[in-house]
Structures are given as C-alpha cells and as structure tokens.
C-alpha cells in the first residue's frame, strides 16, 4: 500500500474553523506538527491500515467525533452497539447529531472505521484523538465557504502527549495534528507505520 506524507505549511490551515478549508473543527490549543497523509483513497485502503497504526503509536483509547445525519443514525446505532463500542451526543437536530464514541481496540475500530469512511467521504466531519476525549461543540465564527457565519462547531483542545485525526474531503487523506514526537519527523511517522505500508515524502509548496 503506497502513500505520500507531507509537512502542511502554516499557510494552508487555520485552527479557526473553515468550511472548505483546513480545518472543518476549531482546535483551542496550538500543536507543533500537522501532517498530511495523502495520495489515498480510504475506502480501498487496507482495512487494518488505520487499525495497525493506531496500535504502533499505542493510541487505544480512541475517541472519534462525528457529524451523523439523521438517516444514518439508527445504522449508527446498530453498528456500534453491536460490538459494544460506548457513545454519546453531543447536540441532536432536525437535520444530524454529532456524537462521541469510544473505541477501546483494534477489533471494534475494525467494526466501526468503514462506516466513519462512509461519512468522511459523504462531506461530515469524522475526527478523532488518542487516549482522552477532547470534543464540544459550541457556537463559533466561521471562514471560508461560510465566511462570518457563526454555526454550531466542533471544538477541540488538545492535551499533553495527545494526537488528532482528521479523514479529509472525499476521503482522500488523513491529516494528524500531533503534539507527540511519533509525528515530529518524516523518519519517526515511517517508524509507526504498518509494514504492508510503502511512504515517501511530499512537500506542498
């Protein structure tokens, strides 16, 4: 399985949410190290590309964060208390809710990833973090494509020796914005990574 990693350079992103840019969440803490892992298309990904990798950085607990429209709630429902994965709400409306669920394994990541794909290439938010959950939502003011708009917003704050994750437009990335030395350098991602996995580095200009 072949992939690209980059260094995203400060004037791609904005820890200030941005509706068609980076980043579709607030982050209320700094991190020093966003990556991008490209030049894939998850849904044809191998499925314990994800899986592996988190046990390597030995991120389980996993808390993902999602926005889940109402038409995919009750599949939702069903997939995650079938394998017993906890979860709650964090806000419900007419239109979607978005939820927290915990993830404890590799085994009920198995279970759950493929439908988090599902609505990461759909245009929802699917985030998630190591080891503690970081997540609200609150009302906040918005930039790009909903440029003044103050929305209901994903906000995160990260904590100390903790990792996020973001499944990018159309599903054709993964984003890391990490505090952790795992992602300090090209050389130490390569070192978490599953061995079926073949990287090379990009740079975006």
Known sequence: MNLSIGYLPSKYYDFTPDAGGCFPFAVDK???YVVSICDIYLPECEENFVPSWMGNIKAYPLYFCADVPNYYKNEYEEIFNAVQIEYRYLTEDNEKCVSVAKIQDKKQLLAAFPFYITLGCGGGTVVWGTKEDVFSVELRKWKGNWDGLIEKT????PKVDTSIFWIGYDGDSIDVLSNQKYFSTYENITKTLPEFVIPSLC???
């Open 203 to 205: 740079e975006f200009g």
């Open 154 to 157: 994903i906000v995160i704050i």
């Open 30 to 32: 700094k991190v020093p």
